[in-house]
């Protein structure tokens, strides 16, 4: 994360350990960087390599050290107060509505899973293609100053929404539009073998963000059934674990929507919960519940190791995010996460 050059320097057959069959198998499973295999799953490259899952998980963390020793990746044990002046400088995106962003504590942060989810309408697909061109601004205009790398599980991107709030930002909408490379998921392995690969899609589009719209599409219509059930969650286990790997190594934001569904037992409070369990909300550093309240939208915090669990009121139109007349939020309640949630 330090030295990018160093990166492309480093090479799998310096990785302690590998020699020219394994680094030829590997490439021949598409891992063909240190950064790549540190962020592969031990069953995943014990499968590809044809050996024990012991054997893989020697070769990722021998590749985890190789990148800290080159000082790209952290050290394993760090005090308390230099994570903190680390937290300090961590990248964060505007949303496009600053009382979201108030929220948030700054934005959309790097090196976190961050969920919507929310009934159709809610306002999940326009946040991310808001995000889609705020994150594209410089750093010191609260962006990444990244492309985007948007996979769409849903049909529901639309280019033409992303020239709208290019325009009504001020942006050019064809350096905005170029910048943001789409990818059509139609069935679950095809989205699970994209997550796979991403790495190697972060270099090539030089990302500093990445959404899928959403998450679960795909397993939920495919795994229909308690038989399933299992299979699917292990599924959906491995792609979130892998996101999280990718956040952190690479540096990258991810922004994940995610579906609801209705617990009809439930007498008092909202029955709308998030779908795919708790895999999914354990995965997710920052769970977000979006809910239409007439004209407007509503975002409130569920889960987060750090965020006031609170809410906000935002709207959608031509700038896509946006703030309303709205009051800013009031936080209700400092309290975080607790550690074995």
Excluded: W
């Amino acid at each position: 994360m330090t030295n990018s050059k160093h990166v492309v320097e480093l090479e799998i057959e310096d990785i302690e350990g590998v020699g020219p069959t394994t680094a030829r198998k590997m490439k021949e499973a598409g891992i063909s960087s240190v950064m790549e295999l540190a962020t592969t799953v031990p069953e995943e490259l014990a499968s590809d390599l044809g050996g024990s899952k012991e054997t893989a998980a020697t070769f990722i963390m021998a590749a985890q050290k190789l990148l800290r020793e080159s000082g790209i990746l952290d050290n394993e044990f760090t005090t308390a107060d230099i994570e903190l002046e680390k937290r300090k400088s961590l990248l964060r995106c505007s949303t496009g509505a600053k009382a979201l962003d108030e929220l948030l504590l700054g934005g959309i942060e790097t090196q976190a899973i961050t969920e919507f989810y929310g009934e159709f309408g809610s306002g999940k697909s326009q946040i991310c293609h808001t995000l889609c061109v705020t994150s594209q601004q410089p750093v010191e205009e609260a962006g990444l100053g990244g492309g985007v790398i948007l996979i769409d599980t849903e049909g529901t991107f639309r280019p033409e929404r992303i020239d709208q709030i290019a325009r009504a930002r001020g942006l050019n909408p064809d350096e905005i539009l170029k910048k943001i490379a789409i990818c059509k998921a139609y069935n679950s392995s095809h989205l699970e073998l994209i997550v796979k690969s991403m790495g190697k899609y972060i270099d090539d589009f030089k990302a500093k963000m990445i959404i899928i719209d959403s998450i679960i599409s795909l397993h939920r219509a495919e795994f229909a059934g308690r038989g399933t059930l299992a299979d699917r969650q292990q599924r959906l286990n491995g792609i979130m674990h892998k996101l999280v790997r990718i956040a952190e190594i690479y540096n990258v934001a991810v922004i994940v929507t995610n579906q609801v569904q209705s617990t009809p037992d439930t007498f008092f409070g909202d029955p709308t919960k998030p779908a795919g369990g708790n895999v999914i909300g354990h995965a997710s550093t920052y769970r977000i519940y979006l809910r239409k309240a007439g004209n407007d939208r509503i975002a409130k915090i569920i889960d987060s190791p750090y965020h006031p669990y609170s809410d906000v009121r935002f709207t959608v139109n031509e700038k896509g995010i946006d703030d309303t007349d709205a009051e800013a939020p009031k936080k209700k309640s400092a309290k975080g996460k607790d550690s074995d949630e």
